[in-house]
């Protein structure tokens, strides 16, 4: 009579030991997807910065077509394609971001950017007037300050380049797009003054030097700058400076930069080389 009581005894605590055992399984299970998601939100980063661009792409796209609810993705997926010169399609993306329940500010601010990227200056300067006032960061005044440019209010871009270059510690890139702004409209020496100070900020950028160049010539200073520049790049920028004093009426100076350039260049300066030829045939 004793057997069967002991039996059960034996299932029951079989059926015990069981609930047991599955419990450090979920235990690992969970652990496992604290991990994949560690996992994921590292190589999400690395993609949106130094992984190739059209694979950021394929990869968000991917992930995002596996989890369409997570907004994450999304903003990876935008940014990903506007690394890849792919605005229009990030424009999409974006909007679909912004209308998401867990949308913010900066996303709209993406989607502004983007916009303007495939050339929808109409479009861009809609999307910012939805972000209130109160909103303030880098790229909401940078971009504002564009739009404003686009429409030649240049006392509204001024004020906006102003701010958006006081709320960054790397203002080189909007201080140069504020002086090719001043170039654009003629004041040439409010250009040179901010490319100068773009170059303080990262004396790397050849497009600020060429630009700072051009607001010199623009002036009759035909005299390169004294910045920081590779033998390569000081033939360019006599290249730049010479086509700029042949456009004002000074062949002769042009002729002279030109074959400064040519002789300066560490290999053979085709374009200048036959720019020069051609003045003086």
């Known amino acids: 009579m004793r057997r069967p009581i002991f039996v059960a005894l034996c299932l029951t605590g079989a059926v015990a030991l069981s609930a047991c055992q599955k419990s450090p399984d979920a235990e690992m299970q969970r ?54 010169g792919r605005p229009a399609e990030a424009a999409t993306v974006w909007r679909t971001a912004v209308a998401h329940p867990e949308a913010t500010n900066e996303d709209r601010v993406a989607l502004a950017d983007a916009l303007i990227r495939a050339n929808e200056w109409t479009q861009a300067e809609a999307e910012l007037n939805k972000v209130p006032p109160t909103f303030e960061s880098f790229e909401r005044y940078r971009l504002e300050a564009m739009v404003a440019d686009s429409k ?27 002086g090719f702004s001043k170039l654009t ?4 020496a409010g250009a040179e003054k901010l490319f100068m100070q773009a170059l303080t900020f990262d004396p790397t950028l050849f497009t600020t030097k060429n630009n700072l160049v051009m607001a010199r010539g623009a002036q009759r200073k035909y005299q390169l700058p004294v910045v920081q520049m590779t033998q390569a790049e000081k033939a360019e920028l006599l290249y730049t ?29 085709e374009t200048a080389a036959r720019a020069l030829a051609a003045l003086e045939a």
């Open 31 to 84: 652990a496992l997807k604290d991990v994949n998601v560690i996992d994921e939100s590292n190589l999400s980063d690395i993609m949106l910065t130094v992984g190739d661009p059209d694979e950021a792409v394929t990869y968000f796209q991917r992930t995002a077509q596996a989890n369409p609810d997570r907004i994450d993705l999304m903003r990876g997926l935008g940014q990903s394609l506007v690394r890849a």
């Open 152 to 178: 030649k209010n240049w006392k509204k871009a001024d004020s906006f380049y102003e701010i958006a270059a006081g709320m960054t510690t790397k203002p080189s890139g909007v201080l140069n797009n504020w």
């Open 185 to 188: 409209r003629g004041d040439a």
């Open 241 to 269: 400076l010479a086509l700029t004093a042949i456009k004002q009426g000074d062949v002769n100076t042009g002729k002279e930069l030109l074959r400064d350039a040519v002789e300066t260049h560490p290999q053979h300066f």
